[in-house]
C-alpha cells in the first residue's frame, strides 16, 4: 500500500523569520510550533494551526549546524526571487469575511479583494512581509 500525503509544509527563505513568525501568527492565527534555535532569535521557525496546517519559514542557513545561508541563496532571498514565482494558498471551512477583515484591519497588504471566482471560490490575496503572495480560500460551491 502506498502512502498517503497528509498535509503539506510549504518552507519559504526570508530575511527576518521572527518578522515572519509574527505575520503569520497575528494574520492567520498560525502557533509557532519549533523554533531554532530558538524563539528569541530564530533562523528557523514551524507555524500551525490546530489542524496541523502551516507553513515553515527560514533563513536559508543550516539550522542544524548553525551556518548561515549560502551566498546564492542569501543574495536570491535579498532580491526576492522566489517571491515572484512561489505562493501560498490556505483554504479555510468558514468565516472568510472575517478573516479578511480582520487581515485588513491588522494591516495586511491585500493584493486581491475578496471576490467570488468562476470556479465556486470566495479568494483574497494578500502580501507577507517578504512579498510572498498569501492566498485564501472558502469554497462556496459552484462549478
Known amino acids: 500500500m502506498a502512502a498517503t500525503i497528509q498535509h503539506a509544509d510549504p518552507h519559504i527563505r526570508v530575511k527576518d523569520v521572527a518578522r515572519a513568525a509574527e505575520w503569520y501568527t497575528r494574520m492567520l492565527?498560525?502557533?509557532?510550533?519549533?523554533a531554532m534555535p530558538d524563539?528569541?532569535?530564530?533562523?528557523?521557525?514551524?507555524?500551525?494551526?490546530?489542524?496541523?496546517?502551516?507553513?515553515?519559514?527560514?533563513d536559508g542557513g543550516d539550522m542544524m549546524k548553525g551556518?548561515?545561508?549560502?551566498?546564492p541563496v542569501a543574495a536570491a532571498i535579498s532580491a526576492?526571487?522566489?517571491?515572484?514565482?512561489?505562493s501560498i494558498y490556505y483554504r479555510v471551512d468558514q468565516d472568510?469575511?472575517?478573516?479578511?477583515?480582520?487581515?485588513?484591519?491588522?494591516?495586511?497588504?491585500?493584493?486581491?479583494?475578496l471576490v467570488e471566482q468562476p470556479y465556486g471560490m470566495l479568494e483574497f490575496e494578500m502580501k507577507d512581509?517578504?512579498?510572498?503572495?498569501?492566498g485564501v480560500g472558502q469554497d462556496i460551491g459552484g462549478s
Open 96 to 113: 472568510i469575511k472575517k478573516l479578511y477583515s480582520s487581515a485588513k484591519r491588522k494591516g495586511a497588504k491585500i493584493s486581491q479583494e
Open 39 to 58: 524563539k528569541k532569535s530564530p533562523t528557523f521557525v514551524r507555524l500551525t494551526n490546530d489542524a496541523g496546517v502551516g507553513v515553515m519559514i527560514s
Open 80 to 86: 526576492r526571487k522566489a517571491q515572484r514565482v512561489v
Open 29 to 34: 492565527g498560525l502557533k509557532v510550533e519549533m
Open 67 to 71: 551556518k548561515p545561508a549560502p551566498k
Open 129 to 134: 512581509p517578504d512579498g510572498y503572495a498569501v
